[in-house]
């Protein structure tokens, strides 16, 4: 028998009594869901972000004093001066380097297949997700005194005595690009790969050369891709402070190590919170001037690619002018390309790939060296390695002070990752699913933790989670770390639930499943590869950070990162290489865990139809 | 195991958008109602009331003779077959079939064997264990179709189920729809914007358009008489020819078609001196080479514009003063007339009615 009938058969006109299921009821009205899935978001940030962020703003002219003194010595002073424009030439530097240098691999991998891609995805996921610490530790094995680069330049006896690389621009560029590289290539792949090679078929059979094709068709459809890239790059740059602290010289010091050292050396607040506004705002600003090109969630999340229906935006008529006058420089370009480039373009792209392997090597190589370094018999960084020995594994296995900084960082992870899944997958399900004004800036807000500067959070949440009293509580640092990472969690679960075939909840609900049952049945299971994404994202945030720890840690046990850090500046010894080593094989073998139970669930549940 | 389905005087406005007007219909246990229109009709947002995914703005829908209006969706105990299947990617054949009682909380051994008969009925039995797409799309529509009729619903509704397969298919699960159907005695709302889906399957279509439900008819009905222009054009090929009523009576009238000619048809609630259109189907329509003195009635003049050969019969548009006649002939060895051929084309009165 079934239900309805059974009911219908009791007595005429009575409505069947409604089962006391109060969940199910709150989660059927449209309203009392909305606020319950936006609310862990809205307080997270507003809790969080906004107003740590209003108490700097307020500090920073002293509050009602109105005392703009300090941002005046930030400009005044030429030291401080120096700083903001080195950081900015810094970071425009870098971001160049990267996009010039991933654009190629980037197109490269828009034209493989699967397999291929997935090998290569994975030469550079790997450094990607390895600890910026990791990496900048690598660079100062590799180009120290006795390192990669100046013990092969003296046997090779092309110099006498070792040159002086680490502490200069040049260790900064090369350590930063190292760290963006990647960055770039994966940012302007995923759009990229929306581009269908086509068009420049359909340009070359209408009589384009191959270059031609490639600057006049393909190469301006990916522009959006490049800038939305270069924005992200820049952006981050300017904030960074590992890199340039560890890497660089004093006169490469950039802004976040300024306000790190007035924050906690010299203790003068005041200018500290001043320099984070100008930071601040000198970010707000490159964002408000991308904005006029790009759609700004085209940065973080390739899924909302440009709309066709938007009206064209400064850029497009900036270009059409730009083009026009750039006609016959254009012309002569093409046709010395093209005489120089078409004996050398094969259609197997030789060039092409041998390019891109060299690409891999760069990123790659400095984790093949830090793993080498580990097995080392001399107590001192000198690469090659002398001998061969297990002496530093012995040892990292029996330092406990290394052993508490771990657990305690995957203790902190999994708790952060925890919350932020849960606050980031209910704040996309509001994001996604419900209809309001303002949806697209609500989008952006929420991902403002990933385009404030770092340093500008940590002292944000110091000076507020000071205020609360719960500074130096494990409290504090997870939120500090939700905080981080939440964007993320929102980024890939937003992507997951645009994909969300939205007949399937219907399909649950007019069969018989509540709405509890539907999420559990139903979505949820769907969307569990997405979930195991952002929930991995969000641990290995949390276990990277560095800057926010450092600020908000109090008298805990320290972070690894932060172990790492205080360790890399004292003594620089090859026990940092066997830990690197070991905490660079755990986050592979996550990522790679991961992408299996991904890939296992895609295969089954992919809507493609067998034939 | 079926149960009657009423709607009530519906109306269902977006915003200020008048959707679904004064829907008022009483299908019969066992009916096989089709909800036929083009796309944007409001077929599509009836059929969703009835499932509760929408609220009716007003009106009232029972089933038996219980309302609905106030369920939500999981408490109506409909069956339901979504366009696009929207099968459940993560679990099995089995498992998507076992959801509906699964979630009603169904001792595991009465699971298993519903579950079993419905994979039986629709003759999927040893995919029991594949998922969704590791199957064809007509397979899938079959899973489709078991998940939805396994709890024994009281009424079974089908949205467009057809639409994503080839024809050859399509053709084939029409004819397992329709034995399912009459096997299991199910009242069914099935709705398409194709028309010979409609005309094929259902006791009745209601045709839709604009919001509003323009005939409600068996097939028959609805192809030889229908009641107004929409549904002559809609429902299989007509033509449409201006006429003026000269003389009604006892509901049949003396014509001027096209402004030249006399005629006679059928009337539909015309009076004398009315403007209208007269509709007759372009099978009903006899082609023959122009006669010299042929003044019968519902006969126009013209010469052949365009015959296309179609393999069991030929088409041909006649070009008469400023109208274009479309007549219909089967092949059966007569002479056919090339472009440019004057011709007379002729239908009997029976065959035409007068629609305003």
């Given amino acids: ?611 | 195991m079926s149960t009657s389905l009423e709607m009530k005087n519906i109306q269902k406005f977006y915003g200020p958008l008048h959707v679904v007007k004064d829907f008022d219909l009483l299908i019969q246990p066992g009916e096989f109602v089709t909800f036929l229109g083009p796309s944007g009709s409001g077929k599509t947002t009836a059929l969703k009331m009835i499932a509760g995914f929408e609220t009716p703005t007003s009106g009232d829908i029972f089933l038996g003779s219980r309302s609905i209006v106030d369920l939500p969706a999981y408490e109506r105990g409909i069956g339901m077959v979504f366009q696009n299947y929207a099968l459940f990617p993560h679990m099995t054949v089995a498992e998507n079939v076992a959801f509906p009682l699964t979630v009603r909380k169904a001792p595991r051994q009465e699971t298993a064997e519903k579950v079993g008969r419905a994979l039986q009925l629709v003759k999927m039995d040893q995919y029991s264990g594949r998922y969704p797409n590791q199957l064809s799309g007509g397979q899938q529509q079959r899973i489709a179709l078991a998940r939805a009729i396994v709890f024994n619903p009281s009424i079974l509704l089908m949205d467009e189920p057809l639409g994503a397969l080839d024809r050859n298919l399509r053709e084939h699960m029409k004819i397992e729809i329709m034995r399912i159907q009459k096997e299991l005695n199910m009242t069914v709302v099935f709705v398409t914007h194709d028309q010979d889906e409609a005309l094929t399957m259902s006791d009745r279509i209601a045709v839709i358009n604009e919001g509003r439900l323009v005939q409600v008819d068996d097939s028959k009905s609805l192809y030889g008489k229908p009641k107004n222009r929409f549904v002559a054009s809609f429902v299989g090929e007509s033509n449409m020819i201006p006429c003026r009523v000269d003389h009604a009576q006892n509901g049949v009238g003396k014509l001027t078609v096209a402004g030249i000619a006399p005629g006679a048809a059928q009337l539909s609630g015309q009076t004398d001196g009315a403007k209208a259109w007269l509709f007759v189907r372009p099978e009903h329509v006899d082609i023959d080479l122009r006669a010299p003195a042929a003044d019968a009635p519902n006969a126009l003049h013209g010469v052949v514009e365009n015959a296309l050969f179609l393999g069991e019969m030929t088409r041909y548009l006649v070009r008469c003063g400023d109208e274009t006649i479309t007549v219909k002939r089967q092949n059966r060895g007569q002479a056919h007339f090339a472009g440019g051929t004057p011709v007379t084309v002729s239908w009997k009165s029976e065959d035409c009615t007068v629609l305003n």
């Avoid at chain 1, 090597?361 to 400095?366: E, G, I």
């Avoid at chain 1, 994202?537 to 840690?553: C, G, R």
Wanted: glycine content about 6%; overall charge positive.
């Fill in chain 1, 1 to 611: 028998m079934n239900v309805a009938q059974a009911r219908a058969a009791g007595s005429v006109d009575e409505r069947p009594v409604k089962r006391l299921d109060v969940m199910n009821a709150l989660s059927g009205n449209r309203w009392i869901r909305g606020t319950i899935v936006a609310s862990p978001l809205t307080i997270l940030l507003i809790g969080f972000l906004v107003i740590p962020l209003s108490y700097i703003v307020w500090g920073s002219f002293e509050g009602s004093k109105l005392n703009f003194s300090h941002y005046a010595r930030v400009f005044a002073s030429e030291t401080n001066l120096n700083i903001l424009l080195r950081t900015l030439q810094t970071g425009f530097i870098v971001t160049v380097v990267s996009i010039t240098v991933g654009y190629p691999v980037a197109y490269l991998l828009t034209k493989l297949k699967s397999r291929a891609l997935s090998t290569i995805s994975v030469f550079i996921l790997i450094p990607l997700f390895t600890a910026f610490l990791i990496r900048t530790y690598a660079w100062m094995v590799i180009l120290g005194r006795e390192g990669v680069i100046n013990n092969a330049l003296i046997s090779l006896g092309l110099v006498s005595a070792p040159l002086q690389l680490l502490n200069t621009t040049f260790a900064v560029v090369i350590g930063m690009a190292h760290v963006f590289i990647p960055m770039a290539i994966f940012t302007m792949y995923s759009s990229m790969v929306r581009i269908d090679h086509d068009f420049a078929h359909a340009a070359q059979i209408l009589g384009a050369k191959p270059v031609q094709a490639f600057l006049r068709v393909y190469f301006p459809m990916t522009l959006p891709a490049v800038f939305s890239a270069g924005i992200l790059i820049f952006i981050t740059a300017i904030g960074f402070y590992i890199t340039p602290a560890l890497l660089g010289g004093p006169s490469d010091t950039m802004i976040s190590q300024l306000i790190v050292t007035q924050m906690t050396v010299l203790l003068n607040f005041e200018l500290g919170y001043a320099s984070s506004i100008v930071l601040l705002l000198v970010t707000i600003g490159i964002l408000f001037v991308a904005s006029l090109f790009i759609p700004l969630e085209m940065i973080w999340s390739s899924t909302s690619t440009a709309t066709l229906d938007e009206k064209p935006r400064v850029a497009a008529r900036l270009f059409t002018r730009l083009k026009r006058a750039m006609e016959p420089l254009l012309r002569v370009t093409e046709s010395t390309i093209h005489t120089v480039t078409s004996p050398l373009l094969t259609r197997q792209a030789r060039w092409l790939w041998a390019y891109t392997v060299l690409v891999l090597l760069f990123l790659t190589a400095p984790l093949i060296v830090v793993v080498i370094l580990s097995f080392s018999s001399s107590p001192f960084v000198v690469f090659p390695p002398p001998g061969l020995s297990m002496q530093w594994w012995e040892k990292l296995a029996k330092a406990t002070d290394w052993h508490q900084s771990f657990f305690f960082s995957i203790q902190l992870g999994a708790a952060a990752a925890l919350v932020a899944t849960i606050v980031g997958t209910m704040g996309a399900f509001w994001l996604v699913r419900t209809q309001f004004l303002f949806k697209r800036t609500l989008f952006l807000f929420s991902l403002s933790p990933l385009m404030v500067p770092v340093v500008i959070i940590a002292t944000a949440l110091y000076v507020f989670e000071a205020r609360l009293q719960i500074l130096g509580t494990f409290g504090g640092l997870v939120m500090g770390h939700v905080l981080l990472s939440v964007p993320y969690v929102i980024v890939v679960m937003a992507a997951a639930l645009r994909n969300f075939d939205p007949a399937l909840e219907p399909a649950a609900s007019v069969h018989g499943a509540r709405p509890l049952q539907t999420l559990r049945l139903v979505t949820l299971p769907i969307l569990k590869p997405a979930l195991l994404t952002a929930g991995l994202l969000a641990f290995l945030t949390s276990f990277d950070e560095l800057l926010v720890s450092i600020f908000l840690l109090g008298r805990q046990t320290p972070t690894l990162p932060i172990k790492f850090w205080g360790d890399i500046k004292y003594q620089i010894d090859p026990l940092l290489s066997a830990a690197s080593t070991l905490i660079v094989l755990l986050v592979t073998a996550s990522i790679i865990t991961v992408q299996l139970i991904r890939d296992r669930h895609n295969k089954r549940t992919s809507t493609s139809i067998a034939e």
